[in-house]
């Protein structure tokens, strides 16, 4: 079993449901992440999401976007993305990293080049938002032979039998993406997504963590009533540009606003 799915049954154990954060690597700057995540996993997170930044990141919404743009006028690469969580892993041996982001950078290191670098960089999990799991069977076995539990998605447009496929093959958890739009788009209807987990969960034996909408304390506790955690990305993403010019102010206003969510969500 991975780092990333005993962390998940952890917590279930203990009645806990799961705070999972996302961020862009390099965003604002690439000294900047390091530090945050730390200050993430100090102000309640469990899971850290690491987004890969790429020049057509078509699942995401403009904050998002421009968190992307802001990472590549660094030039920041899926190699140091590797670099930062090898960094970060160094003083934390315990807090699953799911690298998030697009299949083309990783076509360009190479399937089995990448599994093991992302491997030897204390990488648990990915989540390749344009592979479909019918796509990604040499994939899949290529990170899973590398310890790295590739996690898929569910949306609300997903039937049962697509459901129950995507529910088998992925690992550590199943991602439920909330809204038919991209990342911070809309806003969270909670009675649908209550539905859909009644659905879902009966087709799951993993965790299911719902995202793409979550923005606020309330919004997230509502997420964990019913599904066994909530992604929050945009609006961390949203606070780091609003506060891109004042790195200090940054992580207090971010970790302040996760202990916010933890509190929500506890």
Known sequence: MGMLSERLKSLASNNKKALVAYIVAGDPEPGVTVPLMHRLVESGVDVIELGVPFSDPEA???????????????????????????????????????????????????????????????VNGTIIVNLPPEEAVDMS???????????????????????????????????????????????????????????????????????????????????????????VGSAIVKLMAEHKGDLKKLNDEVGQFVSELRAAID
Do not use: W
Not at 82 to 92: P, T, V
Not at 93 to 119: D, Q, R
Not at 179 to 198: F, H, P, Q, R, Y
Not at 202 to 226: C, N
């Open 60 to 122: 995401e919404g403009p904050v998002i976007q421009l968190a992307h743009e802001r990472a590549l006028a660094h030039n920041v690469s899926l190699g140091n993305c590797l670099e930062m969580a090898a960094e970060f892993r160094q003083s934390d041996k315990l807090t699953p990293i799911v690298l998030m982001g697009y299949l083309n950078p990783v076509e360009t290191m190479g399937y089995e080049n990448f599994a093991a670098k992302a491997s030897r960089a204390g």
């Open 141 to 231: 076995a290529i990170l899973e032979a590398n310890d790295i539990e590739p996690v898929y998605l569910l949306a609300p447009t997903t039937t049962d039998e697509r459901a129950r496929m995507i529910c088998q093959v992925s690992k550590g958890f199943v991602y439920y993406v909330s809204l038919k739009g991209t990342t911070g788009a809309g806003n969270l209807d909670i009675d649908d997504v209550s539905e859909k987990m009644d659905r879902f969960k009966k087709l799951s034996q993993l965790p299911i963590m719902v995202g793409f909408g979550v923005k606020d304390g309330p919004g997230a506790r509502a997420v964990a009533q019913v599904a066994d955690g909530a992604v």
